[in-house]
Protein backbone atom coordinates (compact mmCIF):
# COMPACT_ATOMS: atom_id res chain seq x y z
CA UNK A 1 0.00 0.00 0.00
CA UNK A 2 3.02 2.42 1.08
CA UNK A 3 4.53 2.94 -2.01
CA UNK A 4 1.61 2.55 -4.68
CA UNK A 5 1.70 4.98 -7.30
CA UNK A 6 -2.39 4.69 -8.14
CA UNK A 7 -5.07 2.26 -6.95
CA UNK A 8 -7.55 1.21 -9.28
CA UNK A 9 -11.06 0.23 -7.82
CA UNK A 10 -14.00 -1.19 -9.55
CA UNK A 11 -17.64 0.26 -9.02
CA UNK A 12 -19.18 -1.14 -11.67
CA UNK A 13 -18.24 -3.34 -14.97
CA UNK A 14 -22.03 -4.39 -15.94
CA UNK A 15 -22.73 -3.17 -19.64
CA UNK A 16 -25.66 -1.83 -20.80
CA UNK A 17 -28.17 -1.70 -17.78
CA UNK A 18 -27.84 -2.41 -14.49
CA UNK A 19 -28.06 -6.25 -13.94
CA UNK A 20 -28.91 -7.38 -10.14
CA UNK A 21 -29.21 -10.84 -9.31
CA UNK A 22 -32.49 -12.20 -9.35
CA UNK A 23 -33.52 -14.78 -6.81
CA UNK A 24 -33.30 -17.78 -8.93
CA UNK A 25 -29.72 -16.71 -9.98
CA UNK A 26 -29.27 -16.42 -5.95
CA UNK A 27 -30.48 -19.70 -5.04
CA UNK A 28 -28.64 -21.56 -7.98
CA UNK A 29 -25.56 -20.35 -6.38
CA UNK A 30 -26.69 -21.53 -2.84
CA UNK A 31 -27.63 -24.52 -4.40
CA UNK A 32 -23.93 -25.03 -6.51
CA UNK A 33 -22.51 -24.09 -2.71
CA UNK A 34 -23.95 -26.73 -0.91
CA UNK A 35 -23.41 -29.27 -3.54
CA UNK A 36 -19.57 -28.30 -3.39
CA UNK A 37 -19.14 -28.54 0.21
CA UNK A 38 -21.03 -31.44 0.12
CA UNK A 39 -18.27 -32.99 -2.22
CA UNK A 40 -15.35 -31.56 0.00
CA UNK A 41 -16.23 -34.00 2.68
CA UNK A 42 -19.80 -31.66 4.13
CA UNK A 43 -19.65 -29.05 6.73
CA UNK A 44 -18.62 -31.04 9.83
CA UNK A 45 -15.14 -32.03 8.19
CA UNK A 46 -14.80 -28.29 6.77
CA UNK A 47 -15.50 -26.40 9.81
CA UNK A 48 -16.40 -29.04 12.54
CA UNK A 49 -19.84 -29.77 14.18
CA UNK A 50 -19.86 -26.71 17.04
CA UNK A 51 -21.59 -23.90 16.18
CA UNK A 52 -20.91 -22.49 18.91
CA UNK A 53 -16.81 -22.80 18.44
CA UNK A 54 -14.93 -19.60 18.45
CA UNK A 55 -13.98 -17.94 15.13
CA UNK A 56 -16.66 -20.27 13.17
CA UNK A 57 -17.74 -17.03 11.51
CA UNK A 58 -14.46 -16.02 10.23
CA UNK A 59 -13.56 -19.46 9.03
CA UNK A 60 -16.79 -19.94 6.84
CA UNK A 61 -16.26 -16.71 5.61
CA UNK A 62 -12.71 -17.56 4.66
CA UNK A 63 -13.95 -20.44 2.35
CA UNK A 64 -16.36 -18.31 0.87
CA UNK A 65 -13.87 -15.85 0.15
CA UNK A 66 -12.11 -18.34 -1.72
CA UNK A 67 -15.13 -19.71 -3.64
CA UNK A 68 -15.39 -18.68 -7.70
CA UNK A 69 -17.85 -15.74 -7.73
CA UNK A 70 -20.44 -17.78 -9.43
CA UNK A 71 -20.66 -19.73 -5.95
CA UNK A 72 -20.28 -17.07 -3.68
CA UNK A 73 -20.42 -13.28 -4.28
CA UNK A 74 -20.82 -12.10 -7.76
CA UNK A 75 -19.40 -9.98 -10.56
CA UNK A 76 -22.27 -7.53 -9.86
CA UNK A 77 -24.57 -5.58 -11.28
CA UNK A 78 -23.78 -2.30 -11.24
CA UNK A 79 -22.64 -0.43 -14.61
CA UNK A 80 -19.23 1.78 -15.77
CA UNK A 81 -18.12 3.06 -12.63
CA UNK A 82 -14.10 3.02 -11.73
CA UNK A 83 -12.04 4.86 -9.33
CA UNK A 84 -8.21 5.77 -9.67
CA UNK A 85 -6.54 6.84 -6.55
CA UNK A 86 -3.29 8.55 -8.15
CA UNK A 87 -0.37 9.24 -5.45
CA UNK A 88 -0.14 13.11 -4.70
CA UNK A 89 -3.53 13.83 -7.24
CA UNK A 90 -6.59 14.87 -6.77
CA UNK A 91 -9.39 11.78 -7.13
CA UNK A 92 -10.05 10.65 -10.46
CA UNK A 93 -13.13 8.83 -11.67
CA UNK A 94 -14.27 7.03 -14.74
CA UNK A 95 -17.68 7.43 -15.78
CA UNK A 96 -21.07 7.63 -13.55
CA UNK A 97 -22.75 4.56 -14.33
CA UNK A 98 -24.73 3.38 -11.38
CA UNK A 99 -21.40 2.20 -9.44
CA UNK A 100 -21.01 5.39 -8.64
CA UNK A 101 -23.72 5.07 -5.83
CA UNK A 102 -21.65 2.94 -3.43
CA UNK A 103 -18.65 4.80 -4.60
CA UNK A 104 -20.38 8.45 -3.36
CA UNK A 105 -21.51 6.49 0.01
CA UNK A 106 -17.47 5.91 0.99
CA UNK A 107 -16.41 9.21 -0.69
CA UNK A 108 -19.07 11.27 1.96
CA UNK A 109 -16.82 8.86 4.46
CA UNK A 110 -13.90 10.75 3.73
CA UNK A 111 -15.73 14.06 3.36
CA UNK A 112 -17.34 13.99 6.64
CA UNK A 113 -13.86 12.59 8.60
CA UNK A 114 -12.11 15.32 7.01
CA UNK A 115 -9.78 13.61 5.11
CA UNK A 116 -8.78 14.16 1.23
CA UNK A 117 -11.25 12.69 -0.75
CA UNK A 118 -8.30 10.41 -2.39
CA UNK A 119 -6.34 9.01 0.45
CA UNK A 120 -2.81 8.68 -1.77
CA UNK A 121 -2.86 12.88 -1.63
CA UNK A 122 -1.97 15.16 1.14
CA UNK A 123 -2.85 18.38 -0.76
CA UNK A 124 -5.27 20.15 1.85
CA UNK A 125 -6.06 22.56 -0.89
CA UNK A 126 -7.74 20.38 -3.15
CA UNK A 127 -9.07 17.62 -0.53
CA UNK A 128 -12.42 18.12 -1.89
CA UNK A 129 -11.76 17.83 -5.53
CA UNK A 130 -12.83 15.24 -8.27
CA UNK A 131 -12.01 15.02 -11.84
CA UNK A 132 -14.91 12.92 -13.29
CA UNK A 133 -13.92 11.40 -16.94
CA UNK A 134 -16.71 10.10 -19.09
CA UNK A 135 -16.12 7.97 -21.50
CA UNK A 136 -19.39 8.71 -23.78
CA UNK A 137 -23.30 10.12 -22.07
CA UNK A 138 -24.87 6.37 -23.21
CA UNK A 139 -27.12 6.15 -20.10
CA UNK A 140 -25.08 3.69 -18.38
CA UNK A 141 -22.44 5.95 -18.37
CA UNK A 142 -23.96 8.74 -16.75
CA UNK A 143 -27.60 7.05 -14.64
CA UNK A 144 -25.59 7.26 -11.76
CA UNK A 145 -24.53 11.01 -11.40
CA UNK A 146 -28.16 11.89 -9.79
CA UNK A 147 -27.23 9.33 -6.69
CA UNK A 148 -23.71 11.00 -6.49
CA UNK A 149 -23.62 11.64 -2.82
CA UNK A 150 -21.28 14.27 -2.58
CA UNK A 151 -22.63 16.53 -5.14
CA UNK A 152 -25.24 17.15 -2.33
CA UNK A 153 -23.17 18.71 -0.08
CA UNK A 154 -23.20 22.00 0.76
CA UNK A 155 -21.21 24.52 2.53
CA UNK A 156 -17.56 23.85 3.82
CA UNK A 157 -17.96 20.17 2.34
CA UNK A 158 -18.96 21.08 -0.85
CA UNK A 159 -17.19 18.91 -3.77
CA UNK A 160 -15.69 20.64 -6.52
CA UNK A 161 -16.23 18.47 -9.75
CA UNK A 162 -14.16 18.78 -12.74
CA UNK A 163 -16.25 17.14 -16.03
CA UNK A 164 -14.67 15.78 -19.31
CA UNK A 165 -15.82 14.66 -21.74
CA UNK A 166 -15.95 14.56 -25.75
CA UNK A 167 -16.83 17.28 -27.87
CA UNK A 168 -20.22 16.19 -29.70
CA UNK A 169 -21.60 18.37 -32.42
CA UNK A 170 -25.31 17.72 -31.48
CA UNK A 171 -25.04 18.30 -27.31
CA UNK A 172 -22.72 19.84 -24.76
CA UNK A 173 -21.37 17.77 -22.43
CA UNK A 174 -23.21 19.95 -19.04
CA UNK A 175 -26.85 18.92 -21.32
CA UNK A 176 -26.38 15.39 -21.71
CA UNK A 177 -26.06 15.55 -17.78
CA UNK A 178 -28.70 17.91 -17.10
CA UNK A 179 -30.92 16.34 -19.89
CA UNK A 180 -31.55 13.24 -17.35
CA UNK A 181 -32.51 14.97 -13.90
CA UNK A 182 -35.21 17.64 -16.24
CA UNK A 183 -38.83 17.23 -15.32
CA UNK A 184 -40.81 14.65 -15.01
CA UNK A 185 -37.20 12.20 -14.95
CA UNK A 186 -36.06 13.31 -11.53
CA UNK A 187 -37.46 15.11 -8.90
CA UNK A 188 -33.55 17.22 -8.14
CA UNK A 189 -32.67 19.69 -10.63
CA UNK A 190 -29.22 20.05 -12.00
CA UNK A 191 -29.09 23.16 -10.60
CA UNK A 192 -29.88 22.20 -7.44
CA UNK A 193 -26.96 19.78 -6.81
CA UNK A 194 -24.84 22.23 -4.76
CA UNK A 195 -20.93 21.11 -6.11
CA UNK A 196 -19.01 23.46 -8.05
CA UNK A 197 -19.19 22.16 -11.58
CA UNK A 198 -16.64 22.87 -14.74
CA UNK A 199 -16.79 21.48 -17.58
CA UNK A 200 -14.05 20.45 -20.11
CA UNK A 201 -14.89 19.30 -23.97
CA UNK A 202 -12.07 17.03 -25.59
CA UNK A 203 -11.69 17.48 -29.42
CA UNK A 204 -11.28 15.10 -31.22
CA UNK A 205 -7.17 15.92 -32.04
CA UNK A 206 -5.82 13.74 -29.09
CA UNK A 207 -2.88 14.98 -28.82
CA UNK A 208 -3.81 16.80 -25.67
CA UNK A 209 -2.44 15.59 -22.53
CA UNK A 210 -4.38 16.59 -19.51
CA UNK A 211 -2.39 16.82 -16.46
CA UNK A 212 -4.50 15.81 -12.98
CA UNK A 213 -2.05 16.16 -10.37
CA UNK A 214 0.90 14.10 -11.22
CA UNK A 215 -0.85 12.32 -13.75
CA UNK A 216 -0.87 12.73 -17.15
CA UNK A 217 -4.19 11.92 -19.54
CA UNK A 218 -4.81 11.16 -22.77
CA UNK A 219 -7.50 9.67 -24.79
CA UNK A 220 -8.06 9.16 -28.22
CA UNK A 221 -11.34 8.56 -30.00
CA UNK A 222 -12.78 4.76 -30.25
CA UNK A 223 -15.15 2.80 -32.47
CA UNK A 224 -18.43 2.91 -30.80
CA UNK A 225 -21.75 4.48 -32.03
CA UNK A 226 -21.77 8.08 -31.67
CA UNK A 227 -18.31 7.65 -30.75
CA UNK A 228 -16.63 7.16 -27.60
CA UNK A 229 -13.11 8.34 -25.61
CA UNK A 230 -10.29 5.68 -24.21
CA UNK A 231 -8.18 7.12 -21.52
CA UNK A 232 -4.38 6.15 -20.78
CA UNK A 233 -3.13 7.23 -16.92
CA UNK A 234 -0.27 7.65 -16.38
CA UNK A 235 2.18 8.39 -12.97
CA UNK A 236 5.42 7.45 -12.47
CA UNK A 237 6.44 5.34 -15.45
CA UNK A 238 3.02 3.45 -14.40
CA UNK A 239 0.16 2.84 -16.45
CA UNK A 240 -3.71 2.42 -16.78
CA UNK A 241 -6.18 2.50 -19.57
CA UNK A 242 -9.69 2.13 -19.51
CA UNK A 243 -11.54 1.52 -23.19
CA UNK A 244 -14.94 0.31 -22.54
CA UNK A 245 -17.48 0.34 -24.70
CA UNK A 246 -15.58 -0.28 -27.97
CA UNK A 247 -16.16 -2.33 -30.75
CA UNK A 248 -13.03 -3.66 -33.48
CA UNK A 249 -13.60 -3.79 -37.01
CA UNK A 250 -11.92 -6.76 -38.69
CA UNK A 251 -8.63 -6.10 -37.04
CA UNK A 252 -7.09 -4.51 -33.30
CA UNK A 253 -8.40 -0.57 -33.16
CA UNK A 254 -4.71 0.79 -34.17
CA UNK A 255 -5.98 4.25 -32.07
CA UNK A 256 -6.14 1.79 -29.18
CA UNK A 257 -3.00 0.00 -29.47
CA UNK A 258 -1.37 3.34 -29.33
CA UNK A 259 -2.92 4.68 -26.42
CA UNK A 260 -2.43 1.23 -24.70
CA UNK A 261 1.21 1.11 -25.67
CA UNK A 262 3.25 -1.15 -22.85
CA UNK A 263 0.45 -0.05 -20.05
CA UNK A 264 0.47 -2.10 -17.25
CA UNK A 265 -3.30 -2.70 -17.36
CA UNK A 266 -6.03 -2.24 -20.37
CA UNK A 267 -9.77 -2.12 -19.28
CA UNK A 268 -11.44 -3.74 -22.63
CA UNK A 269 -14.70 -3.92 -23.48
CA UNK A 270 -15.82 -7.64 -23.75
CA UNK A 271 -18.94 -7.78 -23.82
CA UNK A 272 -19.74 -10.61 -26.50
CA UNK A 273 -18.60 -13.91 -26.73
CA UNK A 274 -16.98 -14.14 -30.20
CA UNK A 275 -20.07 -16.40 -31.75
CA UNK A 276 -22.71 -13.90 -30.05
CA UNK A 277 -20.60 -10.91 -31.75
CA UNK A 278 -20.25 -12.87 -35.57
CA UNK A 279 -24.03 -14.26 -34.88
CA UNK A 280 -23.33 -17.79 -35.10
CA UNK A 281 -25.17 -17.53 -31.58
CA UNK A 282 -28.58 -14.87 -31.92
CA UNK A 283 -28.57 -11.93 -33.75
CA UNK A 284 -25.09 -10.48 -35.29
CA UNK A 285 -23.39 -8.09 -32.73
CA UNK A 286 -21.60 -6.26 -35.45
CA UNK A 287 -21.73 -2.53 -35.24
CA UNK A 288 -23.75 -2.53 -31.99
CA UNK A 289 -20.36 -1.13 -29.99
CA UNK A 290 -18.80 -3.60 -28.16
CA UNK A 291 -16.31 -6.39 -28.57
CA UNK A 292 -15.22 -10.24 -27.63
CA UNK A 293 -12.35 -11.40 -25.25
CA UNK A 294 -10.70 -12.55 -28.41
CA UNK A 295 -9.70 -8.93 -29.20
CA UNK A 296 -9.04 -7.75 -25.78
CA UNK A 297 -6.19 -10.53 -25.70
CA UNK A 298 -5.13 -9.60 -29.40
CA UNK A 299 -5.19 -5.89 -28.70
CA UNK A 300 -3.08 -6.38 -25.58
CA UNK A 301 -0.93 -8.05 -27.35
CA UNK A 302 -0.21 -6.14 -29.64
CA UNK A 303 0.23 -2.92 -27.64
CA UNK A 304 2.53 -5.02 -25.60
CA UNK A 305 0.20 -4.94 -21.73
CA UNK A 306 0.70 -6.83 -18.52
CA UNK A 307 -2.65 -7.29 -17.74
CA UNK A 308 -5.77 -6.81 -19.61
CA UNK A 309 -8.81 -6.88 -17.73
CA UNK A 310 -12.23 -8.10 -19.50
CA UNK A 311 -15.48 -5.85 -18.80
CA UNK A 312 -18.57 -4.35 -19.62
CA UNK A 313 -19.98 -7.89 -19.08
CA UNK A 314 -22.84 -8.47 -20.51
CA UNK A 315 -26.38 -7.64 -18.60
CA UNK A 316 -27.96 -11.17 -19.45
CA UNK A 317 -25.19 -13.23 -18.47
CA UNK A 318 -24.75 -15.01 -15.26
CA UNK A 319 -21.83 -15.26 -13.32
CA UNK A 320 -21.83 -19.59 -14.07
CA UNK A 321 -21.10 -17.87 -17.63
CA UNK A 322 -19.03 -15.50 -16.77
CA UNK A 323 -16.82 -17.78 -15.91
CA UNK A 324 -17.48 -19.77 -18.96
CA UNK A 325 -16.20 -16.78 -20.51
CA UNK A 326 -13.08 -16.71 -18.77
CA UNK A 327 -12.10 -19.90 -19.16
CA UNK A 328 -12.30 -19.57 -22.77
CA UNK A 329 -10.80 -16.50 -22.82
CA UNK A 330 -7.95 -18.01 -21.21
CA UNK A 331 -7.74 -20.88 -23.87
CA UNK A 332 -7.60 -18.38 -25.95
CA UNK A 333 -4.51 -16.28 -24.56
CA UNK A 334 -2.76 -19.60 -24.01
CA UNK A 335 -3.05 -20.30 -28.27
CA UNK A 336 -2.01 -16.40 -29.23
CA UNK A 337 1.20 -17.31 -27.07
CA UNK A 338 1.92 -20.06 -28.73
CA UNK A 339 2.17 -18.37 -31.82
CA UNK A 340 4.97 -17.72 -33.76
CA UNK A 341 5.96 -13.86 -32.99
CA UNK A 342 4.63 -13.89 -29.72
CA UNK A 343 7.33 -16.41 -28.26
CA UNK A 344 8.29 -15.09 -24.61
CA UNK A 345 5.28 -12.46 -24.07
CA UNK A 346 3.36 -12.97 -21.07
CA UNK A 347 -0.45 -11.53 -20.66
CA UNK A 348 -2.60 -11.71 -17.43
CA UNK A 349 -6.41 -11.75 -18.19
CA UNK A 350 -8.64 -10.74 -14.99
CA UNK A 351 -12.27 -10.99 -15.45
CA UNK A 352 -13.03 -7.84 -13.66
CA UNK A 353 -16.01 -8.00 -10.84
CA UNK A 354 -17.45 -5.27 -8.96
CA UNK A 355 -15.14 -4.44 -5.98
CA UNK A 356 -11.40 -5.61 -7.93
CA UNK A 357 -9.09 -3.86 -6.89
CA UNK A 358 -5.54 -3.06 -8.31
CA UNK A 359 -2.31 -1.45 -7.43
CA UNK A 360 0.37 -0.26 -9.69
ZN1 LIG B 1 -21.90 1.00 -21.96
ZN1 LIG C 1 -22.17 2.94 -25.09
Request: glycine share 10%; with cysteine.
Amino acid sequence: MGNDSMVIKYWGVRGSIPAPLTNGQEKEKQCANFMDVIKRGGTSELFGNDADAPGLAEKIMQFLNNQPKSLAGTYGGDTTCLEIQARDSPLIILDAGSGIRALGNVLLGRLFSENNLNPLDSDQERKHDLHLFFSHYHWDHIQGFPFFGPAFIPGDKKVNIHFYGKKNAKTRLSDALKGQQEYPLFPVGWKAMPCKKTYKELGRIASTEIPVGKVVVKYAELDHPDRVLGYSMGIGGKKFVCATDTEHRAIEDPFLIELAKDADILYYDAQYTPEEYSGKEGPSKVRWGHSTFELAVKTALAANVDTVVLGHHEPTRSDFKVEELMENALEFRNECLRLPGNEGKALNVVMAYQGLEQRL
